[in-house]
C-alpha cells in the first residue's frame, strides 16, 4: 500500500532537461570552451555543482565551484523566465489521482528553491491549480537540504521523513537515472518514465517503467484504496 507520493520536478512534471543542456552549452561557451558531443545531455539529472565538478576535470573549466555554481544557477534561471513551460502529457491526470487520494504530497528535486519558485506555479496554473506550491505539496525538499545529491538516497529520505511516512510506503515518480537511483536507495518504489536524454538501454531499479506518465497511469495499474493507493504487479 502506498501512502506518500512524491514527485521529482525537472523532465518529469515538466520539459526543462533541454533547458539545461542549452544553458550548459552556452555558460561553456562564454569560458571559451565547447563542450564535445552529448557531454551537456550526459549532465542531466545531477546536481548543479556536481556538473560544474564533471565540468573542471573533464573540459578544464576554472574557477571556484561555489561560484561557478551560483553563476550558473543565475544563469540558467534567466533563460527559465523567458521560456514557455508546459506541463508534460499525464501531469494533470497524476494531480488529479494525487488529489482525489488525498495522500500526502511532495516534490523532491535536486533544483535549489529559485528554480522551484519559478516552475511550480506555473506548472499547477497550466493545471488549472492555484499557483501556489505550498497548498498543494505538503513537502518540498531541494537539493540545498542535503549534503550528498542524488545519486545519494539523502533527499528522498529526508523528504519521507518530513512526510512521516516510512520510506516503503512512499511511490515515486522520477525521470532520471540519478533520481529512479537516489530513491530505489531510499527503499521508495519508483515509477520511471525516462527523460530524452537517457539510453534507451539502461537497466533501471525498478520493474515500473513507462513510455510517459500517460502511459504509466493507464497501465501502470495504479488505483484507489482506502487509505492509500496500489500499485499492481509490475509490467511484463
Not at 22 to 28: D, I, M, N, S, T
Not at 56 to 68: A, I, N, P, S
Not at 152 to 165: H, Q, S
Request: glycine share 8%.
Amino acid at each position: 500500500m502506498i501512502r506518500a507520493l512524491i514527485f521529482d520536478m525537472d523532465g518529469l512534471l515538466v520539459e526543462t532537461e533541454s533547458i539545461h543542456v542549452r544553458a550548459w552549452q552556452e555558460f561553456l561557451r562564454l569560458r571559451g570552451i565547447e563542450a564535445p558531443k552529448g557531454f551537456c545531455e550526459s549532465l542531466v539529472g545531477t546536481s548543479i555543482r556536481d556538473n560544474v565538478i564533471t565540468s573542471q576535470r573533464v573540459l578544464g573549466l576554472e574557477g571556484d565551484v561555489k561560484e561557478l555554481t551560483r553563476e550558473r544557477d543565475a544563469f540558467y534561471l534567466e533563460m527559465l523566465e523567458k521560456e514557455d513551460l508546459t506541463p508534460l502529457p499525464g501531469v494533470p491526470a497524476l494531480f488529479d489521482l494525487a488529489e482525489t487520494s488525498r495522500l500526502p504530497l511532495a516534490v523532491c528535486s535536486s533544483s535549489p528553491p529559485d528554480q522551484l519558485a519559478v516552475i511550480l506555479p506555473r506548472v499547477l496554473e497550466a493545471t488549472g491549480r492555484a499557483p501556489r506550491p505550498e497548498e498543494f505539496f505538503d513537502v518540498m525538499v531541494c537539493g540545498q537540504d542535503v549534503i550528498h545529491q542524488k545519486p545519494a538516497p539523502d533527499i528522498y529520505v529526508k523528504c519521507a521523513g518530513e512526510l512521516g511516512v516510512p520510506p516503503g510506503e512512499c511511490l515515486t515518480f522520477e525521470d532520471s537515472v540519478a533520481g529512479a537511483a537516489a530513491s530505489a536507495a531510499a527503499g521508495m518504489t519508483v515509477i520511471v518514465v525516462p527523460n530524452p536524454f537517457v539510453d534507451d538501454n539502461h537497466r533501471w531499479p525498478s520493474p515500473y517503467v513507462f513510455g510517459s506518465l500517460e502511459e504509466a497511469l493507464e497501465s501502470g495499474g495504479l488505483r484507489l484504496e482506502a487509505g492509500g493507493v496500489m500499485l499492481e504487479a509490475a509490467p511484463a
